[in-house]
C-alpha cells in the first residue's frame, strides 16, 4: 500500500451525523485523492490536495470537504452523512520523487454505511 | 460520452491462454496511461503505465497504446486463475495531477 494507512477501515453510521475519514501516508508524496467507488461509477474523484492547505474539488464534490493540515495527514469529512453516501472511499498518493509525477498509489479503503 | 470507456465484462479466459483488455479514451490531449488490478474487495494496485506509443511488456503483462486511435490495451500471457480481477485504465490529461479512470473489466480465468 506504499506506505498509506486509512481509518476506520469500517464505519456504520446514522443519516445527519457527521463523518471524518482519515488518510496517513509515510511516503512524503505531494499529491492526495480521495475517490469513492460504487458499483456501476468506478472510482469517483470527491476531492484533491495538491499541497498543505491546498486542495480543490472533484466530480463528486457535494456533502464533502477535505482539509490537509500536514503533508502526511488528509481528511475526509462528511458535514451531515446521508444514505447515497454509503459507499467505498479510497485515499491516493502522487508525486513522489523517483517516479512519475501522476502515478497513484492507494490506500486499503473505508467502507461506509450511512443507515 | 465517457472520457474513459472499458467494457466491464465478464471476460473469461482459459488458463494459460492470453487475456486482451481493451480501454479507450476521448481526449486527444491524454499523456500517460495506466493499468491497476483490483481483487474484489481490495484497493486497485498498479500493474504498469505507458506514455509512448507502441508495446511496453513487464513480465506476463504488455500495454499498447494507439494514440491515433485513442486506444490503450492490456494483455497478460499465460494467464493464471490469480489474474482474475477487475482491471481498471486510467488516462491522465494533465490538469491538477489527476487521473480519470474508467469503470474496469472483470477478468475471470477458468481452470
Same mark, same amino acid.
Given at each position: 500500500d506504499?506506505g498509506i494507512?486509512?481509518?476506520?477501515?469500517?464505519?456504520?453510521?446514522?443519516t445527519?451525523?457527521p463523518v471524518t475519514?482519515?488518510?496517513?501516508? =509515510?511516503?512524503?508524496?505531494r499529491?492526495? $485523492?480521495w475517490?469513492?467507488?460504487?458499483?456501476g461509477h %468506478?472510482?469517483? @474523484?470527491?476531492?484533491y490536495?495538491?499541497?498543505v492547505?491546498?486542495?480543490?474539488?472533484?466530480?463528486?464534490?457535494?456533502g464533502?470537504?477535505v482539509?490537509?493540515?500536514k503533508?502526511?495527514?488528509?481528511?475526509?469529512?462528511?458535514?451531515s452523512? =446521508?444514505?447515497?453516501?454509503?459507499?467505498? $472511499?479510497?485515499?491516493?498518493?502522487s508525486?513522489?520523487? %523517483?517516479?512519475? @509525477?501522476?502515478?497513484?498509489?492507494?490506500g486499503?479503503?473505508?467502507?461506509?454505511l450511512?443507515l | 460520452?465517457?472520457?474513459?470507456?472499458?467494457n466491464?465484462?465478464?471476460?473469461?479466459?482459459?488458463?494459460?491462454?492470453?487475456?486482451?483488455?481493451?480501454c479507450?479514451?476521448s481526449?486527444?490531449?491524454?499523456?500517460?496511461?495506466?493499468?491497476?488490478?483490483?481483487y474484489?474487495g481490495?484497493?486497485?494496485e498498479l500493474?504498469?503505465?505507458?506514455?509512448?506509443?507502441?508495446?511496453?511488456?513487464?513480465?506476463?503483462?504488455?500495454?499498447?497504446?494507439?494514440?491515433a486511435s485513442?486506444?490503450?490495451?492490456?494483455?497478460?500471457?499465460?494467464?493464471?486463475?490469480s489474474?482474475?480481477?477487475?482491471?481498471l485504465?486510467?488516462v491522465?490529461t494533465?490538469?491538477?495531477?489527476?487521473?480519470t479512470f474508467?469503470?474496469?473489466?472483470?477478468?475471470?480465468?477458468?481452470?
Open positions: 506504499a494507512t486509512q481509518s476506520p477501515r469500517h464505519k456504520v453510521t446514522e445527519g451525523t475519514l482519515r488518510c496517513h501516508q =509515510t511516503e512524503n508524496h499529491y492526495m $485523492y475517490y469513492r467507488q460504487d458499483p %468506478g472510482l469517483r @474523484l470527491i476531492h490536495s495538491y499541497g492547505k491546498d486542495t480543490d474539488k472533484g466530480e463528486v464534490s457535494d464533502y470537504s482539509s490537509r493540515s503533508t502526511e495527514d488528509f481528511l475526509l469529512t462528511l458535514e452523512a =446521508t444514505s447515497s453516501q454509503t459507499s467505498v $472511499y479510497f485515499c491516493a498518493i508525486g513522489g520523487q %523517483g517516479i512519475i @509525477l501522476e502515478t497513484q498509489y492507494f486499503p479503503g473505508t467502507r461506509l450511512v | 460520452q465517457k472520457e474513459v470507456e472499458q466491464s465484462g465478464p471476460l473469461s479466459v482459459p488458463e494459460g491462454a492470453i487475456a486482451s483488455l481493451n479507450t479514451y481526449d486527444r490531449g491524454s499523456q500517460s496511461f495506466f493499468w491497476y488490478r483490483q474484489s481490495k484497493s486497485p500493474i504498469m503505465f505507458i506514455y509512448s506509443n507502441g508495446d511496453k511488456e513487464d513480465g506476463r503483462f504488455t500495454a499498447q497504446l494507439n494514440k485513442q486506444y490503450v490495451s492490456l494483455l497478460i500471457r499465460d494467464s493464471q486463475p489474474d482474475s480481477a477487475t482491471y485504465c486510467a491522465f494533465g490538469g491538477g495531477n489527476k487521473l474508467g469503470t474496469g473489466t472483470q477478468l475471470k480465468v477458468e481452470l
